[in-house]
T-cell receptor, first 114, second 110 residues
Framework: DVKVTQSSRYLVKRTGEKVFLECVQD?????MFWYRQDPGLGLRLIYF???????EKGDIPEGYSVSREKKERFSLILESASTNQTSMYLC?????????????FGQGTRLTVV | SQQGEEDPQALSIQEGENATMNCSYK?????LQWYRQNSGRGLVHLIL?????REKHSGRLRVTLDTSKKSSSLLITASRAADTASYFC??????????FGTGTRLTVIP
């Protein structure tokens, strides 16, 4: 059974802290994604990675960075957490293919910044 | 970005009725995908329709695609309470990037 695992289901951090959200997939997928989801705003893409060490900015990369040192792991980093980064964060992965393939999602991390 | 826009934003129906939700997009696509999200969880892939297809079925799901109008629809027949969820479309261009809109919130009343 395919699996995308996010390191935490719930997380509470303080303003100014450096926060790491980890995502691991066991399907040997090339593509990995990080989204945030807020009420009324849908899912917004933060960063996309199509290979190890490769990344592309999504719609809202400000305040975030990412790391993809191994194919199976994609980390989202909040350099200095702020209260407006309180949100649900979703990781996904998919095979790299012309025209795209279905994506598999993790269970989400609900981050609260206080 | 090349996200889709779902319509309506919210839909409430009785169990057993059919539910139709629509997706519009702006760019040429290779395929279009539909996903479901149960409250507070990750998204689950439902169906993929390619740009050269006009209609596709999967169980109680029927998806249509009209590339001339840049629109797609998802029909759920004989709805059940378990179909209560948010539904998202994702139109894909040549790139593998994946953008979503705000979704349609479906409530099926038992």
């Amino acid at each position: 059974d395919v699996k995308v695992t996010q390191s935490s289901r719930y997380l509470v951090k303080r303003t100014g802290e450096k926060v790491f959200l980890e995502c691991v997939q066991d399907m040997d997928h090339e593509n990995m994604f990080w989204y945030r989801q807020d009420p009324g705003l849908g899912l917004r893409l933060i960063y996309f990675s199509y290979d190890v060490k490769m990344k592309e900015k999504g719609d809202i990369p400000e305040g975030y960075s990412v790391s993809r040192e191994k194919k199976e792991r994609f980390s989202l980093i909040l350099e200095s957490a702020s209260t407006n980064q309180t949100s649900m964060y979703l990781c996904a992965s998919s095979l790299r293919a012309t025209g795209g393939q279905e994506a598999f999602f993790g269970q989400g991390t609900r981050l609260t910044v206080v | 970005s090349q996200q889709g826009e779902e319509d309506p934003q919210a839909l409430s129906i009785q169990e057993g009725e059919n539910a139709t939700m629509n997706c519009s997009y702006k760019t040429s696509i290779n395929n279009l995908q539909w996903y479901r999200q149960n409250s507070g969880r990750g998204l689950v892939h439902l169906i993929l329709i390619r740009s050269n297809e006009r209609e596709k079925h999967s169980g109680r799901l029927r998806v249509t695609l009209d590339t001339s109008k840049k629109s797609s629809s998802l029909l759920i027949t004989a709805s059940r309470a378990a179909d209560t969820a948010s539904y998202f479309c994702a139109p894909l261009t040549g790139a593998n990037n994946l953008f979503f809109g705000t979704g349609t919130r479906l409530t099926v009343i038992p």
